[in-house]
């Protein structure tokens, strides 16, 4: 069974960071593309960021280039969205994606990685929140 879980988030001030982390089971991790998106109240799900297992080649939504990093530990099965300078605006719950298996998708991320329909597994998320 794949599992994600997804740590990290809290209640942070404007101009904070956060790291979140993804933890993944039940997968071969080190073949897996992993998406970061996020979901606000009231609005639809948001592909920030994705990272490709072949050559860790990073990817970012606009909306979210200078203040996100994704990361992964491939020894430790484990993926990263840092935030830096938080902002009002990102207060949403966060999810990581898997992108199903290397055979299938090579282990890159998509050039619609911004899609939640091209990720196949998901976890629960995590909120964050930021205040002013």
């Known amino acids: 069974e794949v599992q994600l879980v997804e740590s990290g988030g809290g209640l942070v001030q404007a101009g904070g960071s956060l790291r979140l982390s993804c933890a993944a089971s039940?997968?071969?991790?080190?073949?897996?593309?992993i998406g970061w998106f996020r979901q606000a109240p009231g609005k639809g799900r948001e592909g920030v960021s994705c990272?490709?297992?072949?050559?860790?080649?990073?990817y970012y939504a606009d909306s979210v280039k200078g203040r996100f990093t994704i990361s992964r530990d491939n020894a430790k099965n484990t993926a990263y969205l840092q935030i830096d300078n938080l902002k009002l605006e990102d207060t949403a719950v966060y999810y990581c994606?898997?992108?199903?298996?290397?055979?299938?998708?090579?282990?890159?991320?998509?050039?619609?990685?911004?899609?939640?329909?091209?990720?196949?597994?998901w976890g629960q998320g995590t909120q964050v929140t930021v205040s002013s």
């Open positions: 994606a898997a992108r199903g298996p290397a055979w299938l998708y090579g282990g890159i991320c998509p050039s619609l990685f911004e899609l939640p329909s091209v990720f196949d597994y």
């Open positions: 039940g997968v071969t991790f080190d073949d897996e593309a």
């Open positions: 990272i490709s297992s072949t050559d860790g080649g990073t």
